[in-house]
């Protein structure tokens, strides 16, 4: 594949969410192959000290680019952990043929553009049950399961959980320190997390149970006094998302990978058939509340993401994340280096 190629595929690749949008991988392409680096001067290790949210990020920037392959009309062959002696060298994709891209390839690329994560409240219409088992049979292809959060007593466990570890992380200064240094004002900013992406009310007074990460907390303009509202008017209508967990067998740098993999295909087909989706993920953060969740819902692997999803608002600002230029991410060496 000629460098051209190359770029726009790491184009697409870099559009991968990553945890903070920290953006922790390093691309380098020769002719017939693209290898993935960790790039470990982008960690967060107050956050994810192991880096396993990280390396499921970079396993999304893996699948994104095959996807971004495929629509182009090539085959692209995946190895994950290529024995080399390096451990940040995370994966080796491969073009092994060309072939005519199909319309779902062509969505699913498309979809890449589209997706970003959507931290709003969703409409009230509910994803069809259909959907949410297609995303199944999608996870199955990289051998990780998706559960979703349906039974009273699982919602419950899980939602205490997430409330649990977001007072945790609240309440540590270093938690607030490193993601204050991952918010960006500035609307140009190719990394972080932008502030207008985040909603500036405290999710607390959300009406939902499902508890989105306050990114602002400390940051919060304070009222001393709120006048109350019309005691006649309807409450407001509580946000019922469908919620999933997805996981893995194993909980090593393998499965983090194809955790990522599968997340990033899941992503793509929800945002093809017009969902949006964000992250839940305060109790994958601490082992203390990653492992009570594995235990409290009798998970049979290792929880690795946990996802609502739903309709997006029709007044959804749809503020993207920025991305650093690919010549930041992407170095080109010649045949046989």
């Known amino acids: 594949m000629e460098e051209q190629g190359w770029t726009q595929v ?6 991968a969410p990553s945890i903070h ?14 290898e993935v680096f960790f790039d470990r001067d982008r ?17 999304s920037a893996v699948e994104f680019a095959v996807v971004a392959l495929s629509a182009a009309g090539y085959d692209g062959e ?20 060309t ?9 699913l690329a498309a979809a890449i553009g589209q997706r970003h994560t959507v931290r709003a409240p969703f409409q009230p219409r509910a994803v069809p049950p259909e959907l949410v088992d297609r995303l199944q049979q999608e996870a199955r292809l990289h051998d990780t399961w998706v559960k979703p959060i349906t039974r009273s007593e699982e919602e419950v466990a899980t939602v205490f959980l997430i409330s649990r570890a977001e007072e945790m992380e609240q309440g540590d200064p270093a938690y607030r320190e490193e993601l204050e240094r991952w918010m960006r004002t500035d609307p140009t900013a190719v990394d972080g997390v932008p502030v207008e992406a985040v909603p ?4 607390h007074t959300r009406p939902s149970n499902w508890l989105i990460r306050d990114f602002v ?3 919060r303009e304070q009222h001393a006094f709120l006048p109350p509202g019309d005691p006649d008017a309807p409450p407001p209508e509580v946000e019922r998302p469908t919620v999933v967990l997805l996981g893995t067998a194993g909980d090593d740098r393998f499965a983090w990978l194809q955790a990522g993999r599968a997340l990033g295909r899941l992503l793509l087909v929800a945002t093809a058939t017009g969902l949006a989706a964000s992250p839940l993920t305060q109790a994958l953060d601490w082992p203390a509340t990653r492992t009570r969740m594995q235990s409290r819902l009798s998970l049979v692997g290792h929880p690795q993401m ?20 690919v010549a930041d991410v992407l170095r080109f060496e010649p045949a046989g280096s």
Request: hydrophobic share 30%; charged share 25%; proline share 11%.
């Open 306 to 325: 946990l996802l609502r999803m739903g309709y997006p608002p029709d007044t959804s600002t749809g503020a993207v994340s920025g991305r650093r230029p």
């Open 21 to 34: 949008n920290t953006q922790p991988w390093r691309f380098v392409a020769t002719p017939d192959r693209l």
């Open 43 to 59: 960690a967060l290790p107050v956050l994810d000290p192991t880096g396993r949210q990280q390396v499921i990020s970079c396993g």
């Open 217 to 219: 907390v400390g940051q």
């Open 99 to 107: 072939r005519p891209a199909t319309d779902e390839d062509r969505a």
């Open 200 to 203: 500036s009310d405290d999710p």
């Open 78 to 97: 995946v190895d994950l952990l290529t024995d080399d002696g390096d451990p940040d060298h995370l994966a080796s994709i491969e073009v092994t043929g």
């Open 10 to 15: 790491v184009a697409a690749a870099t559009r």
